[in-house]
């Protein structure tokens, strides 16, 4: 375990339906990150949350919807997504923005749109 | 905008090798410089991290890297590489007041 927890680990959807990915930290880490991991391409930052507030959305279609309540907890709200958006979807979370200790992960939750 | 290459997209080596793995970037100002390891169905892990001082840098389990800075690379080194170590390997820049980049990731593959 990281102390990143993501849930579910797995999850298939249609094209119509609504789910939400969920990110759990309790290391006291104040920025929480989405990034998208598809195959042969680099790791896509789509969020970024400092202090429970969006500091960064990265051009990422509206589809995805990030919610922040604290700092310890970090959602992606998916609705009418596109084949295209299956992949491994990382959170991520650093004491602070500059990240000076690096990142730490959770382990992913791996998204099949169909 | 920072951006990162890594070399190769997918390394084969055989146990006991030699290992090293190009990490190049293209901003040149202060950077931060870490190295990622993916084992199979697991979560990304910082093996080291590069932000000052002594630009060779010693990770865990054997691996270290050299920053070069004139030629903006952080390569990754092993000096004998075992199985445990296929992985994915993944290059991040972090320049003042940006957010990481990662590279696109080199796949290591090492035979017993």
């Known amino acids: 375990e990281t102390g990143v927890t993501q849930t579910p680990r797995h999850l298939v959807m249609g094209m119509t339906n609504k789910k939400s990915l969920k990110c759990e930290q309790h290391l006291g880490h104040n920025a929480m990150y989405w990034y998208k991991q598809s195959a042969k391409k680099p790791l896509e930052l789509m969020f970024v949350?400092?202090?429970?507030?969006?500091?960064e959305n990265n051009s990422v279609p509206s589809r995805f919807s990030p919610e922040c309540p604290n700092s310890s907890h970090l959602f992606l709200h998916l609705h009418t997504l596109q084949p295209e958006d299956s992949a491994l979807y990382l959170c991520a979370s650093s004491q602070d923005m500059a990240g000076a200790n690096g990142y730490t992960f959770g382990s992913g939750t791996r998204l099949t749109v169909v | 905008a920072q951006s990162v290459s890594q070399h190769n997209h997918h390394v084969i080596l055989s146990e006991a090798a030699s290992l090293e793995l190009g990490c190049n970037y293209s901003?040149?100002?202060?950077?931060?410089l870490f190295w990622y390891v993916q084992y199979p169905g697991q979560h990304l892990q910082l093996l080291l991290k590069y932000f000052s001082g002594d630009p060779l840098v010693k990770g865990i389990k054997g691996f270290e890297a050299e920053f070069i800075k004139s030629k903006f690379s952080f390569n990754l080194r092993k000096p004998s590489v075992q199985w445990s170590d296929t992985a994915e390997y993944f290059c991040?820049?972090?320049?003042?007041?940006?957010?990481?980049?990662f590279g696109p990731g080199t796949r290591l593959s090492v035979l017993p």
């Open positions: 991040a820049v972090r320049s003042y007041g940006q957010n990481f980049v």
């Open positions: 949350y400092n202090f429970k507030e969006q500091t």
């Open positions: 901003y040149g100002g202060t950077v931060n």
